[in-house]
């Protein structure tokens, strides 16, 4: 097809294709500047395998909890014994607990998102680990993102995903809530990065024409520039349009997300706000990535108090994560978010009040596609034999609950899947997610 | 075009013979990575000494005289406060302020300090032992940590080491101060091992568990919040950890183990060449050649791990001559290397604050407030985290507003139309390449210009008149292009 009216010097990086992905943007968002953009021809470079109800699948949401997430006081295995034992100081107790079969219960604070785990949308998949561990933050989140063990590969895995599934647009995949990108869009695709909508615009640029004259400028000033910020400024011009459209409509969300002690909303909320707005907006968003931070809770974690670090962190995701999943609403069905942290913390309570760096840790599924009130993986206990050198062994590898879901809810296939996940091998019966 | 006064003090430097100038294209590489941020007229004073001579100045900052930044630091009296003082204190001053006082102080000086490479290693040393002030319970003290990293900034690394692991800011960071003998945390044992020293892969857990043990007894006094080395928390018993060993018999004389341990660590083969690789990383290239890591880790061990002889060996050699345009400005960077070289002032004390004020929350919008970064490992310095699409939106709306003057306000800035002085120029074209030289970008090429003058609906050879937006009302926009340039992006 051909496009619609563009001036020849628009703002868009010379290989940016009209893909079917555009179009049902540019549809979205009233077919104006934010496909404007991007100029090609049909089929020239879309190769994203698209259903045959025209979608491309579910909307993945990645959730990254830095620091180390300590799983086990989240989603506590209070049934079993040798819980107790390890944290004398600091299990989560029994009797506020929130059950969820006959060894799990949730964090008391975790109990936004009971409603969920009933409702079939939350799902909890135990002793999730990598490959090759290790208990430092900065490689555990490196290697977590590059995804790549054994290999020398230097890319992260959701850009060799993109890469491979030949997505090109601007707003295709976007780290959402914070100013940088992730290891795991290291590569040559060049996603998005959005601190906010709300910040997203050009200033001095109030109109579509002063828009276009500064991506018309921005872009000759850039003729020269590496690669890399090229690269980053062609994808800003080709998302700031659609920003600035998605912002443009009327916008109110549809839950209440928490807010921090000046009435904001928390970053983690504004962020997860943000990317259901993107969502709903319909602007063909395939992945979002999110970062949470401050896990790394060595002291003070008050598991079972009020004014603990754990209870707080806990009761911030929780209320977020439920803000979102209700705010998406109908949405929902076609969003799978996951949670993942570099690593577990330590079995065994250390002597302030806190947990060391572990291994093995509990992903968190959301999403109308999930297999959810169950709790999926392998649990063996927490008997330590069933330990590798005190921590939980990663008995499911997170490559491949990702896989799972990203087989089953989106189009991505085994070619796309071993680029991104290159040398995974085992075949494993997750059943998380249902076929979309 | 009326000179430019930033800095232009600093760049006073003894005279020379001639032909030890190092010459325009060095002296921008120089001033490019070795401050924040060069001007034309700090260039052509630099060109005129020796690189040897120009660090020597540097590297001596309490020989330079920094009357503005002096003058300036009387709006943030909060800073001069001791811990104990600032713990005492009941004047009710809010407790978040004294980490306002100091990140705004630390935008100032690196703006306006006539001791840019003392600021530039400040920065490196912050990041490197970073203290974030989002950390519980170090808002009485970070601002003496500060205080601490500028003490031995440019000393040797073996002294900056004690005096960081050991600060109330440190401990309570990384949660030593409240490990034990019998009831460990393990965090600043491992982080000291893994980022202040060693470095990932050079240590095993058990070390970890065993540097852990070395450090119990560090501790502060829960009243004053000073240091306090509590033998009673003291592990008793040999430490190993790697090569280190201790018998380590005695409670009392613990302290005198952990200075034993820290100088160890200091002088390590390992460290050496950590330390060597984040200077390079800093100054050279965000992959610094092999060839000159391996010189520095040499010259920081055979110098007792003083940091000038590095950075000397670093400015002189080849590799770092041959470095130009391969390192990216921080967003930092970019605003302070923005405002020094439009030429405006530091301010006074009354307005100083509110200036900086704003200019924390530009950098916070571009995830690089100072001293902000919250895991232990310090703000990444290399290219990728700061060309974000969305950090390059950041950078392109500050420059529009900075320039422009609307905010954050620069008291004695005279606005866009005062970069230039009172030169005219006859064609838009004309003032293009003027503007661009007078802000350090490579002239235009003819297809640039054109389309510089395009984005005002004007060609190059259009003759500039009174009412011409381009030389009236839109200069901002002008300014703000060119600062929008990738050479604007590098240093």
Known sequence: ?436 | MPPVTTASAAWQLPTTRKSAGMGAAVATLLLRRATWGPTPAAVAATSRTSVGAWLRAQLAPATIPDPAVDAALAAWPLLGRSIGQATAAADGVYTGEYLSCLVESTIARSIWSQRQLHEQMVYLWSNHLNVSLYADGVHLSRHQYDAVVRRHALGRFADLLVAAITHPAMLRYLNADSSRAGRINENLGRELLELHTLGAGNHTETDVKQSALALTGLSLDRTTGEFLYRPEHRHVGRITVGTWSHPNTSAADGLSVIRSYLAHLARHPHTAHRVATKLAVRFVSDTPPASLVDRLTEVYLSNDTAVAPVLTALFTSAEFRASAGAKVRTPHEDLAATVRLLGVPAPTAATVRATMSGCRWVLDGMGHMPLSWRPPNGYPDVAGPWISPSTMLGRFNMHLSVASGWWPTFEGYQGPRSVLGTATFSTHGALVDAMAARLMVPTPSTTLRTALCAFFDVTPSTPINQWSPMATWRTGHLVALLLDHPSHTTR
């Open chain 1, 1 to 436: 097809m051909t496009s619609t009216t563009l001036p020849p010097s628009c703002g868009c990086s010379p290989e940016a294709g009209l893909s079917r992905r555009a179009v049902l943007r540019a549809l979205a968002a009233g077919g104006s500047l934010g496909a404007a953009y991007a100029v090609a021809s049909e089929g020239t470079h879309s190769k994203y395998a698209f259903a045959a109800d025209g979608s491309t699948g579910d909307t993945i949401v990645i959730l990254s909890l830095r620091g180390g997430f300590d799983g086990i006081s989240a989603i506590a295995p209070v049934g079993d014994p040798f819980y107790l034992n390890a944290r004398p100081g600091m299990a989560v107790a029994p009797g506020s607990a929130i059950a969820l079969d006959r060894t799990f219960a949730l964090h008391p604070k975790m109990a936004p998102l009971k409603k969920w785990w009933d409702s079939g949308d939350l799902a909890v998949v135990t002793d999730v680990g990598q490959a090759d561990p290790t208990r430092s933050h900065f490689d555990a989140m490196a290697e977590m993102e590059r995804a790549a063990p054994g290999s020398g590969l230097r890319t992260g895995w959701i850009d060799r995903l993109a890469g491979a599934r030949g997505t090109v647009d601007a707003l295709d995949v976007a780290q959402v809530g914070s100013s940088s990108a992730p290891s795991s869009f290291i590569g040559p695709v060049n996603e998005s990065v959005l601190r906010s909508i709300d910040s997203f615009s050009l200033t001095g640029a109030g109109t579509q024409a002063e828009v276009a004259g500064w991506a018309r400028a921005l872009t000759a000033l850039h003729a020269g520039a590496s690669a890399a910020v090229a690269g980053s400024v062609a994808t800003l011009l080709g998302a700031v349009g659609t920003v600035s459209d998605v912002r443009a409509q009327v916008w109110v969300p549809h839950a209440e997300y928490p807010r921090d002690g000046n009435g904001n909303l928390t970053s983690l909320a504004q962020a997860l706000a943000d990317t259901a707005r993107l969502i709903k907006a319909g602007i063909g968003l395939s992945v979002a990535t999110i970062d949470s931070g401050d896990w790394d809770i060595h002291e003070g974690a008050g598991v079972n108090t009020t004014w603990g670090r754990t209870p707080r962190k806990l009761g911030e995701l929780a209320l977020a994560m439920s803000a979102f999943a209700a705010d998406l609403g109908p949405h929902l069905a076609d969003v799978s978010l996951v949670t993942l942290s570099e690593f577990g913390r330590r079995v065994s309570q250390n002597g302030t009040d806190g947990t060391e760096h572990g291994h093995g840790n509990m992903v968190m599924a959301l999403g109308g596609g999930i297999n959810g009130g169950r709790v999926h993986g392998s649990w063996t206990g927490l008997a330590p034999a069933q330990l590798v050198d005190g921590d939980l062994p990663g008995r499911t590898d997170y490559r491949d609950v990702l896989t799972n879901v990203l087989t089953r809810r989106t189009s991505t296939t085994s070619a796309h899947l071993s680029t991104a996940f290159p040398g995974l091998s085992t075949t494993t019966s997750l059943d998380i997610a249902r076929q979309r």
